[in-house]
């Protein structure tokens, strides 16, 4: 494995405004990493720079460690990419796949078989002349996969390919690219501002704002314990407990996060001061007085809900257990079956597995979203 | 109306009669538009292109003092172009003063800016995104630039076609440079002023006719193909 393409110090300015400002990002070789921010947080630049697309005011790409550029079309011809927009050419949907391999000097006869082998992968066999600017969003963007496939890049570069499409679609897609890149197993950059995408997608993630790297790490451990405010905000939990171990045995650890004690499953040793944080996809919500069965979750505390949203099919809640503040999602019909409203006692229950532990020191980003 | 009612039956007589005069006039139009368009072409096209899809110092200026290019009266090309090429002038050596190759100069003067703007304004709509498109797939420089023409193919031979027309409907530039010599620069739009003047309405209006006909052809074509290109669009 080992990495296939890493930057350093890439810095790119717009005019006076700085879009892009980073120490440091990197991919392992076939695997997928997921650049996710907001509108505007330099993504698309970003992007644009791995895929030696742009040229950065500062530092430096590397591929498979050796350093690379716009100008070195060697290291070009190995990436290939696909937009928000599928910005299809004007012509066939075989004129549109074969571009690439046109540009490389692959004969008619290989460019018709590599044609029809990609167009099959994405869903679109025997598409080959239709024209190209007919076809739906879905389509299009299936096509404009496909045109990117059919390079075998080492590098394949995507940038928010599903964000223009209606939910259905979308979920559909999401599915097919995540299971087209894994079996490959090419080295993928997939932008997004869809977090649950990233989830589907991706083995790492690196969350930008303002053309700034907030959280990078494990798709897991990164929305499972988002290292601030902002980026939990950005994630749609609540920022991260701070807390002090208690104690360790058997896998379980015990620890203070003022006020409730919080399992967690891992082994650190006692005094140790951490960070913790649970999905809220994985908190439990039950009545007040409600006897819940006997299961094998750990945290089982008593609060009182302190904020509910409505966000699309799902509610968000917030409980408050001695003044610490847990995020939990509900679904509408156990709201209304449960009676839920701000200020209403309920039980929070969620497993030792669930809770991610970071040691307190390692991030250090408890106190920078000042 | 009775005015009217002759110049239609002279035009109609003289167009199926022909004459050598006519096929003369006929002729030199042809060539002076034809020289003149293409050197439009060669120069303006790639000025266009550069102007619309790259960024560069001086680029705003350069799009602004061809705009105004576009919208120089001809008389006033002609009347430089006659300045440099009149025995006094600075290139009054070449004899070229009342010529066809003085009139295609002054007509790819005029053609050159219109081709070269709307050019840039056809290249310029292609979306950036759609050229990092084709560099993520391994273009060059070159091979993006010609995606782009061939992307905004309608809108470059709309802009061709606007720099043919103007020189093919011109009068100022080339009454000035070409002098109107019978049987040598005599084209269409100054046989027309010359006969109106004369009186001779018929024949005027035959050229007029004749005129209108090869515009008519043209953006018959260019119609045709839009056309053919919307329905492949699928618009």
Known sequence: MGLALRAEGIRKEYGKHVVVDIDHVEVAAGETLALLGPSGAGKTTLLAVLGLLEKPDAGQVFLDGRPVSSKDTQARMQMAAAFQSPYLFKGTIADNVAYGLKLRGIPAARRREAVAEALERVGLSGWESRSALTLSGGEAQRVALARALVLKPRVLLLDEPLSSLDPLIKGRLTQDFARIIHEDSMTTVYVTHDQNEAMAVAETVVILRDGRVVAQGHVDDVMGLPPDDWTAGFLGSEPPLAGTVISSAEGLVAIDVGGPVVYATGEIAPGTRVMAGVRPEDVLLFEGTADIPRSTARNRFQGTVSDIQLWGVMYHMVVEVDGVRIASRVSRASVREMGLAQGSQVQVVFKATAVRVRPFDESGRLDRDE | ?235
Do not use: C
Request: hydrophobic share 55%; no cysteine; glycine share 12%.
């Open chain 2, 1 to 235: 109306m009775q005015v009217f009612v002759d110049a239609v039956v002279t035009a109609v007589t003289l167009l199926f009669q022909g004459s050598a005069e006519l096929w003369n006039v006929i002729a030199a139009t042809f060539e002076v538009a034809i020289i003149s368009t293409v050197a439009g072409v060669a120069f303006g096209a790639p000025m266009g292109f550069v102007m619309g899809a790259t960024r560069f110092r001086g680029r705003r200026l350069l799009i602004a003092l061809t705009n105004t290019g576009m919208a120089v009266p001809p008389v006033v090309i002609g009347l430089v172009v006659m300045m440099f090429l009149s025995r006094r002038g600075p290139l009054g050596f070449l004899g070229l003063l009342y010529s066809v190759d003085a009139m295609s100069i002054a007509q790819t003067l005029i053609s050159t800016p219109i081709i070269a703007g709307l050019t840039a304004a056809a290249v310029a709509s292609v979306p950036y995104k759609l050229r990092l498109q084709a560099r993520s797939l391994g273009a060059s420089r070159i091979q993006e630039a010609l995606l782009a023409l061939k992307e905004a193919r309608l809108g470059v031979l709309a802009a061709v076609a606007s720099g043919f027309g103007a020189v093919v409907r011109g009068v100022g530039a080339v009454m000035m440079v070409g002098g109107n010599i019978e049987g040598q620069t005599r084209v269409l739009t100054t046989a027309i002023v010359q006969e109106s003047r004369k009186g001779d309405f018929g024949l005027a209006l035959a050229l007029g006719l004749i005129l209108m006909f090869i515009t008519f052809t043209m953006n018959g074509f260019l119609t045709w193909y839009q056309h053919s290109n919307e329905r492949f669009e699928g618009r």
